[in-house]
């Protein structure tokens, strides 16, 4: 498991990145609430009340960071992360 600082304009949030057999899984960890990859359910996310984004076809933490949102719990749109904003500005709204 690699662990990594993420700087954002208010803050540093957490990444995790644990190998798997052919893809990482990632998940990077904000104040309100985390970013995750296709690895992850947003439907779990949502049955447990959690603040959650996702995105698909990433790698790296700079990818998540990149990518569009395809996924969103109702918190996090509560939130005002939107569908098709980056990874990085829904952080920026978790934090």
């Known amino acids: 498991m690699l662990i990594e600082q993420i700087q954002l304009k208010n803050g540093c949030a957490l990444g995790l990145r644990f190998e798997m057999q052919k893809y990482p899984l990632l998940v990077i960890r904000a104040e309100k609430g985390f970013l995750m990859c296709g690895y992850l359910n947003v439907n779990a996310a949502e049955t447990l009340e959690d603040t959650a984004a996702k995105v698909k076809g990433v790698q790296s ?3 998540m960071l990149n990518a569009p949102v395809v996924e969103v719990t109702k918190l996090a749109r509560e939130l005002g992360i939107e569908l098709g904003m980056t990874g990085r500005e829904a952080l ?3 934090y």
């Open 61 to 63: 933490f700079e990818d």
């Open 92 to 94: 920026e709204k978790m």
